[in-house]
């Protein structure tokens, strides 16, 4: 029982290949945040070990239990969060690569033989973000894995060296459709209406929604935000320098995922301004707030909406790209108090 929502090719193909003893010794699970990759790696792992050896986790069996627990001596996980545990939250937040040293960690542990399970199990979560000396360490792991070791890459994009793609099985996994999301969280005992808005806001990443259901504070803090964003436009520019103030520091501080969301969600906000100025409303994202949407797109030109959209996913490249976070975001904010 892979106990999964969706993915429902991925797992079958996992299942055959473990069944007909054709499952690779590499992997890349590959596919936006929050849409379910970890999970499928987990389950993998179990699928592979598991003490009924059916080539489907058991999730009751000893090794499954274990290995969901994260503490099974065959199962190692690395990645951004392992890399940055022991240092300060600031230079976490600072470390925008996975560095050499995290990969020979790896690989030192990968000689050894699995101490009780059929197969040692290595995960490395964000691998995009390996450097290129890391991804060049990696690429020998890659090209002569032992023989009891399964590696499985997980990744935001399928921005990594050419190299390593190739020398890997690759599942790119996609987002849910909109109904299956809801439905998944009708089943964990959220409300129709709210269900159809968690789906709706999740974009089909279905473990995005199921932590916004665990949270109903998210839920509020989200509206909360999209307000303060709509108030940009109309507080001024000093209300709008003290936001990307604030939000900058936030980015400084080590919490730049929480601007990223920011960002997410304005430019999420100008898509369905798009969409409901175009008059194809069925594909918006924010359908608590569809009256606000139609009011707000009235006056406002397809073009003008665009740009905004267009500006907004603009600036959070610019972060990515190191940009000075004060001066990204006040020159965002300066577009949107003005346009008009
Ligand atoms: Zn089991």
């Not at 999970?39 to 080539?55: I, K, P, S, V």
């Not at 560095?99 to 995960?123: C, H, S």
């Not at 890459?153 to 190739?166: C, F, G, H, K």
């Amino acid at each position: 029982m892979w106990n999964i929502i969706g993915h429902e090719w991925a797992t079958k193909q996992l299942e055959q290949s473990i069944a007909n003893n054709t499952d690779s010794h590499a992997y890349l699970f590959s596919g936006m945040a929050g849409i379910g990759k970890a999970l499928l790696a987990l389950r993998f792992a179990q699928a592979l070990n598991c003490d009924e050896a059916t080539g489907t986790p058991c999730l009751t069996c000893r090794t499954c239990r274990r290995i969901e627990r994260g503490n099974h001596p065959d199962l190692r996980i690395a990645g951004m969060a392992s890399q940055a545990v022991g240092l300060k939250a600031e230079d976490a937040a600072r470390q925008k690569e996975l560095k050499i040293g995290t990969v020979r960690e790896w690989q030192r542990d990968i000689t050894l033989r699995p101490y009780e399970a059929r197969r040692r199990i290595f995960i490395l979560h964000d691998a995009e973000r390996l450097n290129e000396e890391a991804s060049n360490a990696m690429l020998k792991t890659l090209e002569e894995p032992p023989p009891y070791a399964t590696l499985i890459l997980v990744a935001n994009s399928t921005e990594l060296l050419p190299t390593i793609v190739s020398r890997c099985r690759v599942l790119r996994l996609r987002p849910l459709p909109r109904r299956q999301v809801a439905e998944a969280l009708a089943a964990h005992n959220v409300k129709p209406d709210d269900a159809a808005m968690l789906a709706a806001w999740s974009g089909g990443r279905i473990g995005w929604a199921l932590q916004l259901v665990a949270q109903p504070e998210a839920v509020a803090r989200r509206d909360e935000q999209l307000d303060a964003l709509l108030a940009l436009q109309s507080d001024g520019i000093s209300a709008g320098m003290r936001w990307a103030e604030q939000r900058a520091k936030e980015y400084r501080s080590g919490e730049q995922e929480s601007v990223f969301a920011w960002l997410e969600l304005w430019q999420g906000w100008w898509r369905d301004l798009l969409l409901t100025a175009a008059g194809c409303p069925d594909g918006i994202v924010n359908i608590d707030r569809r009256d606000q949407l139609v009011q707000l797109a009235r006056g406002q030109s397809l073009a003008q909406i665009h740009a905004m959209a267009m500006r907004i996913g603009q600036a959070a490249q610019q972060l990515r790209e190191n940009g000075n976070p004060q001066l990204v975001l006040e020159h965002v904010v300066l577009q949107v108090a003005t346009a008009r």
